[in-house]
Every structure is written in C-alpha cells, then in structure tokens.
C-alpha cells in the first residue's frame, strides 16, 4: 500500500521551506505528498508552480497521491486549470476538501451532488478522479441519514470517496459502516488517529481491512502533525506506526 502525506499537517514547516519539508518527508520515508487549498490558479503555492513542484517531487522520488481543491477550482475554467496541474503534478485524485455551507441541507447537498458529478465526467476524460474529502460536520443527520450518506448516495461510483478516519470519528460517524456501504468507491482514503483508535488498534485493523478489499484502496495519506504544522517527529511516528500494522 502506498502512504502519503497531507503537506497541510506540515505548513509551518512548508511555508517556510517548501524544497526542504518535500525532502524531509522523503528521507522519513512517506512514497508521496498531497497538496491542500489549491484554487484554480497558475500557482499551487506561494510562488511555486505545479511544473516547479513536479521538480521537487521527481528531485526527491516522490508522487503526487493528490490534490484538495476550493470549491471554485471544481468547474468552469478553473477545472480546467486545475486539470492540467494535476497532470504536470503528476497526480490523479482532484479531492474537493469541503463545503460545509452546502452540506448543511438535502437541497444543498443535491447541488454539491451534481457539481462533483459533472467535475468527475470530466476528470474522467482527462484519465483522473474528483472526489470528496470529509470534515466533522459531512456527519451532521439530516432526516435520520449522516449528511455524508445523502451525498454520496447522488454521487456517481467514479466519485471518490475521500473517508478521513479521525474526522469522521470526532464528528459522530461511523468511517467502517461507510467503507461498507459504499464498497469500491475509497480510492484515497486519510488516516489519522484518535482517542483509543490507534494504528496498532482492534478498530483500524478493520478499517485496514476494508481498505485492502472491498474499498480498493490505493493510497493511504497520513494526516498527523505536531501543533499548527510544526515539526515533523509526529509525521515520521506515524509513518512507523503504520507500517507496522498496515499491508
């Protein structure tokens, strides 16, 4: 199983340092990094360009396992642009990292439906993904139903479905029951962990084995760092942690 690493859990350090924390993460030994925020322009960060980026990456032997996306770099122009940069990135996930005023009602919801479906036909022409990353509030109830069950009930199966483990947890969801009722569809999936649901857990055993069956995981992205994106000892624990209990 690949692992990668949010570069957001490490902004401080990326801010300050962006060939310097890439290589970082390198010698801990993660295999890629997914950047955050990016909104459809021709810059991914700071003044870096995807093609500036792609350097660093290669320089360093890492991939691309994804790129969290604003909503306005979902349609338009800006899908475009944000395409092509998922292309020079390398990459082939395009995850929109949240709308939390759309997922707060079954209409709204129904419109982020038909964006990210539309987004997927055509990331889909472009052999790459969109999909969806969760956030606490994705498990508010809405007539009975997790927010994150109405949506991903309208998405179509090519939508992936970017599950965070921990954020799902603190927001009242349950992340195994939705790796078991949307099988298949959790290409990229986000780990970090919490309370006593540790890596070396009865509780990520089964999510671990959901991933490497029925949710045909290709990539595990590690989201753990130490406090406002400083430092990279807790990254590289986790990194150990995890591959002691993970295939």
């Known amino acids: 199983m690949a692992i990668g690493f949010q570069l957001y859990t490490v902004r401080s350090e990326f801010a300050r340092n962006v060939p310097g924390t890439i290589q970082a993460l390198a010698l801990i030994g993660y295999d890629g990094v997914e950047f955050w925020d990016y909104s459809g322009t021709p810059e991914v960060f700071q003044h870096y360009s995807a093609a500036d980026l792609r350097r660093i990456l290669d320089d360093n032997g890492l991939q691309c396992c994804g790129l969290h996306v604003k909503l306005e770099a979902m349609s338009g122009d800006k899908l475009k642009r944000t395409i092509e940069t998922s292309h020079i990135l390398g990459g082939v996930y395009l995850n929109l990292v949240m709308a939390p005023d759309l997922m707060k009602s079954e209409s709204g919801i129904g419109g982020l439906a038909r964006l990210l ?3 997927s036909a055509e990331c889909r022409a472009q052999n790459l993904a969109a999909g969806y990353h969760c956030h606490e509030f994705d498990f508010a109830k809405i007539n009975g139903c997790f927010a994150w069950e109405l949506l991903f009930r309208q998405l179509d199966p090519p939508v992936n479905m970017q599950i965070d483990i921990g954020n799902c947890l ?35 055993r089964e999510v671990f084995r959901l991933c490497e069956t029925t949710g045909e995981t290709e990539w595990y992205v590690v ?11 807790v990254p590289r624990q986790a990194l150990a942690r995890l591959r002691a209990y993970c295939h």
Do not use: C
Request: net charge negative.
């Open 117 to 119: 479906n539309q987004a």
């Open 223 to 233: 989201e753990m760092g130490g406090p406002e994106g400083t430092g990279f000892e």
């Open 170 to 204: 603190s927001g009242g969801g349950d992340p195994i029951a939705m790796l078991r009722e949307f099988p298949g569809r959790s290409w990229s999936v986000h780990l970090k962990e919490y309370e006593d649901k540790t890596f070396d857990s009865d509780y990520y």
